[in-house]
T-cell receptor
Framework: DGGITQSPKYLFRKEGQNVTLSCEQN?????MYWYRQDPGQGLRLIYYSQIVNDFQKGDIAEGYSVSREKKESFPLTVTSAQKNPTAFYLC?????????????FGQGTRLTVV | GEDVEQSLFLSVREGDSSVINCTYT??????LYWYKQEPGAGLQLLTYIFSNMDMKQDQRLTVLLNKKDKHLSLRIADTQTGDSAIYFCAENKNAGGTSYGKLTFGQGTILTVHP
């Protein structure tokens, strides 16, 4: 079945550590996105990529990094510079269409700093 | 203020209609979307509407768009307990031309359906 897979579902990190969240899609989508979800704040865009080897900062990129070496994969690293990393992280993908960004979402990774 | 705004909570009785409202700010948005999120899960696209339409109906769902007031609503007829979830509206910003669209979401409306 086609879809987006995020792993792991739950992740615990000690303060000061970097951690990488995985996102893989087999929908043949060019565009991929990372969002952060906090209660009562909706989804905020961290990074997005419209094509392999290219990505742009979203609204809250500080303390995060990404890579896009393969079309299918868009991993997100939460670095120790991110001051409040505990959140629910959602990855999405879409076809590269400026008019209609119908995005498909993964099931999310809940990151907790302990 | 927020680019896309929604009320945070809505409570209805099973069998009633639910109406979830949203206001947005970018008049250049070409498509507007409604997503549903169940607890601990990702977002599922429910429906979307093109900006030159006033209404779109899909089974129990009706989307109304007032482009003049930048107001979007989602009506769920005969609401069931399985409809309890968070509903997000989103607009496609930076659309058109050579730039590529990306979604801006509202805060989400928590719909609670009582038996």
């Amino acid at each position: 079945d086609g879809g987006i897979t995020q792993s792991p579902k739950y992740l615990f990190r000690k303060e000061g550590q970097n951690v990488t969240l995985s996102c893989e899609q087999n929908l043949n989508h060019d565009a991929m996105y990372w969002y952060r979800q906090d209660p009562g704040q909706g989804l905020r865009l961290i990074y997005y990529s419209q094509i392999v080897n290219d990505f742009q900062k979203g609204d809250i990129a500080e303390g995060y990094s990404v890579s896009r070496e393969k079309k299918e994969s868009f991993p997100l690293t939460v670095t120790s510079a991110q001051k409040n990393p505990t959140a629910f992280y959602l990855c999405a993908s879409s076809i590269r269409n400026p008019m209609n960004t119908e995005a498909f979402f993964g099931q999310g990774t809940r990151l907790t700093v302990v | 203020g927020e680019d896309v705004e929604q009320s945070l909570f809505l409570s209805v009785r099973e069998g009633d209609s639910s109406v979830i409202n949203c206001t947005y700010t970018d008049s250049s948005s070409t498509y507007l979307y409604w997503y549903k999120q169940e607890p601990g899960a990702g977002l599922q696209l429910l429906t979307y509407i093109f900006s030159n339409m006033d209404m779109k109906q899909d089974q129990r769902l009706t989307v109304l768009l007032n482009k003049k007031d930048k107001h979007l609503s989602l009506r769920i007829a005969d609401t069931q307990t399985g409809d309890s979830a968070i509903y997000f509206c989103a607009e496609n910003k930076n659309a058109g031309g050579t730039s590529y669209g990306k979604l801006t979401f509202g805060q989400g409306t928590i719909l609670t359906v009582h038996p």
